[in-house]
C-alpha cells in the first residue's frame, strides 16, 4: 500500500529533522566564524 | 520615476493579476475555496509559506536594519528551523487527521467552543488590525519617496490583490505567490549585483566585506552580553533569537491560521512536512542574503555622499517650523563631515589594490570615526523631527534600501524594484485575507449565523467575507496614514497576543488532563500578564511570546489542579 507519509530520500522523518537542526547548527557556526573574521 | 520604468511596473503588477484570474478555477464550496481542495505540492506550500511571512517590510526594513545596526537581525530566525521541527512532530498530524479548515477547530474538540471562539477572536482582531498596516506601512515609504497620494497609493497597494484573491481563494494566493516570489527574488538579487557594481574601481566583493565588517555592519552572531551582565532589552542577540525566535515562529507558523491555511492545502501530510522542513532549510541563509545586501549599501554609502536622514518628506517640514535654524547648523555640519569621508575613502581603492594592510587599517579607522560623528547628527536630526512634531516618521530604517534604489539603480531596475514592494506586500496580504474570511466563516458564521448553507452558498458568503476583510485592512490602512504612534502600537499588538494563542495550543498538546475552562481563564489571566509586563517593563518584545506561552502552561495546570479540579474528576 502507497503510504502518504513516507519521506523523500531519507528512511524516517527523523533524519530530515536532524537534518534541519544539523543545519541551523552548521549555519550559525558559519556566521559565528564569519563575524569573527570580518570584524 | 521614468517611463520605462512605469512600464515595468504596470507589466509586472497587471501580469499577477491576470495569473491570479488566470489561477482562479475551483471548485465553489469551502474545501475548494480556503483548501485548494488539498491538492497542492509541497513546493508550491514553501514558496506560499515564504511568500505570506516575507511582507514588503521584509524587503525594505532588512536591508536598513543591517545599515543601521549591521547584520545581527538574521538572529531573529534562529529559533524557526526548530519549530519546523516541532510542528512537524506535534501539530501537523494532528491538523491533518481532524481534516480541519482552521486551526481554531481543533481547540474545540479538545476543550470547548469558548476556548475556540476567543481564541479565533484574538486571531481576527490581531490579524486584522496588522494587515491594515501590512497595506499602510509599504504605501506610506512609497508615497514619501514618489510623491504619490498615500491614500491612493493605499488603495492600489491593498486593493488590486482582491480582484484575484476573492475570486481564487487560497489556489489563487498560492499560484501568485508562486510567481510574486520569482520576481522578487530576482529583483533582490540584480540589486545586489548592482550595488557591487556601482562600489569604485579596485573595491570588489570581498573588499566591500571586509570593510562593512571592519565598520561594524557583519555583526551577525551576537551574545547580548554587557558589562553589567545579559541586556534583557537588547532585541536582536542569539539568544533572543533562538528561545524568543523559536516561540514565535511556532505561534506563527502554528496557530496563525494565515500560515496553518497554507500548509493545510497540501495534497498529504507528507507534502505539508516537507513545505515546513524546507522552509526551516532556506529562510535563514533568504534572510542573511537580504541582509547583506545592506551591509553592502552601507559601503556604497562610504564612497557616495549619504543622506543625513532618508526620508526627505519630515525634513522639508521640519524647515517650516522654528526648529529648522537648528536643522541647518546639523546639515552644515554634515556636509564638513561627508567632505571628510570623501577624502579619507579617495585613498583606499588604491590602498586594497596594493594590499597594504597597515595602511588601510589606518584609512578603516579613521572612517570608523566619521562613521560615529554622522550617526550622532542623525541622532539629532531624528530628535528635532520627534520634538517638533511634523508629519512622518522619526525613523529612517524603511527608507534607507528603496532611497539608494531611486537615486542610484539603473532605468528599468527602479521599476523592477517598486514591483517588488508590491508584489511582497500582495503575498502576505492575500494569504492573510483569505485566512480572515476562512476564520471569520468557519469559526463564526458556520457556528452562529448560518448552520445549513449549501455549498455553493458557503463559496458565496466566504467571498464576500474575503472582499469585506479587504475593505477593512484598506479603511484600516486609511485610518491610520498620519497617526504615526499608533502604528507602532498596532504592530506591538501581534506579540500580545501570540504567546497566549500558543500557550492554549500547548496545553492543548502536551497537558491532557487540563480543560476547557481552566485553559480559558489562564489565556485571560497570561493575556494581562503580557500586556502588563509590556506596559511596565523594557523586555525586549520577543520575550513577550516566550512569557505569554509559559505563563499560559502554568496557570493552566495551576487552575486545573485548584479551582477547577472537581470538573476533572467529574470529567
Given at each position: 500500500m502507497y503510504n502518504e507519509d513516507k519521506p523523500p530520500l531519507?528512511?524516517?522523518w527523523t533524519s530530515w529533522y536532524y537534518l534541519v537542526i544539523g543545519f541551523l547548527i552548521l549555519q550559525v557556526v558559519f556566521f559565528a566564524l564569519f563575524t569573527k573574521y570580518f570584524a | 520615476m521614468s517611463t520605462p520604468d512605469w512600464i515595468v511596473l504596470v507589466a509586472t503588477l497587471l501580469s499577477i493579476i491576470i495569473y491570479g484570474i488566470y489561477r482562479s478555477r475551483t471548485t465553489r464550496d469551502l474545501d475548494g475555496y480556503?483548501?485548494?481542495?488539498?491538492?497542492?505540492?509541497w513546493y508550491l506550500i514553501l514558496l506560499s509559506i515564504m511568500g505570506t511571512q516575507a511582507s514588503a517590510i521584509t524587503f525594505l526594513s532588512a536591508p536598513g536594519q543591517a545599515y543601521t545596526?549591521?547584520?545581527?537581525?538574521?538572529?531573529?530566525?534562529?529559533g524557526l528551523p526548530l519549530a519546523m521541527v516541532v510542528l512537524c512532530i506535534t501539530f501537523l498530524p494532528i491538523f491533518h487527521k481532524l481534516?480541519?479548515?482552521?486551526?481554531?477547530e481543533f481547540l474545540e474538540k479538545r476543550f470547548d467552543l469558548k476556548t475556540r471562539t476567543f481564541t479565533s477572536f484574538l486571531f481576527l482582531l490581531s490579524r486584522g488590525l496588522s494587515t491594515g498596516i501590512s497595506v499602510y506601512a509599504p504605501s506610506i515609504i512609497l508615497s514619501s519617496l514618489l510623491g504619490w497620494n498615500i491614500y491612493i497609493t493605499n488603495i492600489i497597494m491593498g486593493g488590486l490583490l482582491i480582484i484575484y484573491t476573492v475570486s481564487g481563494g487560497a489556489k489563487a494566493v498560492a499560484y501568485t505567490q508562486q510567481l510574486q516570489l520569482g520576481i522578487v527574488f530576482t529583483g533582490m538579487f540584480l540589486a545586489g549585483y548592482t550595488v557591487v557594481k556601482l562600489l569604485p574601481e579596485g573595491i570588489g566583493f570581498s573588499d566591500a566585506l571586509s570593510i562593512s565588517g571592519k565598520m561594524?555592519?557583519?555583526?551577525?552572531?551576537?551574545?547580548?552580553?554587557t558589562d553589567q551582565g545579559f541586556d534583557w532589552t537588547d532585541r536582536y542577540n542569539i539568544f533572543s533569537g533562538v528561545i524568543g525566535g523559536f516561540f514565535l515562529a511556532l505561534s506563527y507558523f502554528g496557530t496563525d491560521q494565515s500560515q496553518v491555511g497554507r500548509y493545510l492545502t497540501a495534497k498529504s501530510i507528507r507534502e505539508s512536512r516537507m513545505g515546513l522542513l524546507m522552509n526551516g532549510l532556506v529562510k535563514v541563509p533568504m534572510q542573511f542574503f537580504i541582509l547583506l545586501i545592506g551591509a553592502l549599501v552601507f559601503v556604497f554609502y562610504q564612497f557616495n555622499p549619504s543622506p543625513l536622514f532618508f526620508n526627505k518628506i519630515p525634513i522639508e517640514e521640519v524647515r517650516q517650523t522654528s526648529y529648522r535654524d537648528s536643522l541647518s547648523a546639523i546639515e552644515k555640519q554634515h556636509a564638513v563631515l561627508i567632505e571628510k569621508k570623501k577624502q579619507a575613502v579617495a585613498k583606499l581603492p588604491s590602498i586594497v589594490s596594493a594590499q597594504a594592510d597597515a595602511e588601510e587599517e589606518k584609512v578603516l579607522t579613521e572612517m570608523k570615526g566619521l562613521q560615529k560623528e554622522e550617526e550622532a547628527l542623525r541622532s539629532q536630526v531624528k530628535k528635532i523631527i520627534k520634538s517638533s512634531q511634523v508629519k512622518g516618521e522619526a525613523n529612517d530604517t524603511n527608507y534607507i534600501f528603496l532611497r539608494f534604489v531611486m537615486d542610484y539603480l539603473p532605468v528599468g531596475l527602479v521599476g523592477l524594484l517598486i514591483a517588488v514592494i508590491f508584489l511582497a506586500a500582495w503575498g502576505s496580504i492575500a494569504a492573510a485575507l483569505n485566512s480572515l474570511a476562512s476564520a471569520t466563516m468557519v469559526d463564526f458564521h458556520k457556528k452562529f449565523l448560518s448552520k445549513g448553507q449549501s455549498d455553493e452558498q458557503e463559496y458565496k458568503t466566504s467571498r464576500l467575507y474575503t472582499l469585506g476583510w479587504g475593505i477593512f485592512c484598506i479603511v484600516v490602512a486609511e485610518l491610520v496614514t498620519g497617526m504615526g504612534s499608533l502604528i507602532e502600537a498596532v504592530n506591538v499588538l501581534g506579540s500580545w497576543f501570540y504567546g497566549v494563542i500558543l500557550g492554549i495550543f500547548l496545553v492543548a498538546f502536551y497537558a491532557k488532563r487540563v480543560g476547557g475552562n481552566a485553559v480559558f481563564w489562564a489565556a485571560l489571566a497570561g493575556e494581562v500578564l503580557v500586556i502588563g509586563m509590556y506596559i511596565q517593563t523594557n523586555l525586549a518584545w520577543l520575550w513577550l511570546n516566550a512569557i505569554g506561552a509559559i505563563a499560559v502552561i502554568i496557570f493552566a495546570v495551576i487552575l486545573q489542579g485548584t479551582i477547577f479540579q472537581k470538573e476533572r474528576d467529574k470529567g
Open positions: 531519507f528512511k524516517s | 480556503f483548501l485548494s481542495n488539498r491538492e497542492m505540492p545596526d549591521g547584520m545581527r537581525f538574521v538572529q531573529y530566525y534562529f481534516k480541519i479548515y482552521t486551526a481554531y561594524g555592519r557583519l555583526n551577525v552572531i551576537t551574545t547580548g552580553q
